[in-house]
Nanobody, 124 residues
C-alpha cells in the first residue's frame, strides 16, 4: 500500500507563492507518475498538473499554466508543486495522486493512490 502525504499548504495573499510537497512511503516512487488535483468547496475535483516517472514530461491545466510548476525528486520519493502568482480562485484542498502505470494523465480515474490533501487559501 502506497501512502502519500501532502504538506506546505496555508493562507497567502493574492500574488503570493506556496510550495506543496507530496511525500511517498515507498522507495519505488520513481515508477509512478505523480499528479496534483484540487477541490474547492461545492465544486468537483479538478486536475492541476502531472509529471512523468522521471520528470521528463509535465502536463498542466490551462488555468495554472505559466504560474504553477510541478517537479519531483525521486531520491527523496517526493513530488512538488510550486505555485506562484496565486489568485483567490486557486483556493482549494490540493491532493497528490500516484499512477502506478506511469501515465500521468489529467483523468483522476487513472490514479491509484491519493493523499489526504492540504488546504490552500488565497485571500484577496
Amino acid at each position: 500500500q502506497v501512502q502519500l502525504v501532502e504538506s506546505g499548504g496555508g493562507l497567502v495573499q493574492a500574488g503570493g507563492s506556496l510550495r506543496l510537497s507530496c511525500a511517498a512511503s515507498i522507495r519505488t516512487f520513481s515508477t509512478y507518475a505523480a499528479g496534483w488535483f484540487r477541490q474547492a468547496p461545492g465544486k468537483e475535483r479538478e486536475f492541476v498538473a502531472a509529471i512523468s516517472r522521471f520528470g521528463t514530461t509535465t502536463n498542466y491545466a490551462n488555468s495554472v499554466k505559466g504560474r504553477f510548476t510541478i517537479s519531483r525528486d525521486n531520491a527523496k520519493n517526493t513530488a512538488y508543486l510550486q505555485m506562484n502568482s496565486l489568485k483567490p480562485e486557486d483556493t482549494a484542498v490540493y491532493l497528490c495522486a500516484g499512477d502506478r502505470w506511469g501515465r500521468g494523465s489529467q483523468s483522476e480515474s487513472e490514479y491509484d493512490y491519493w493523499g489526504q490533501g492540504t488546504q490552500v487559501t488565497v485571500s484577496s
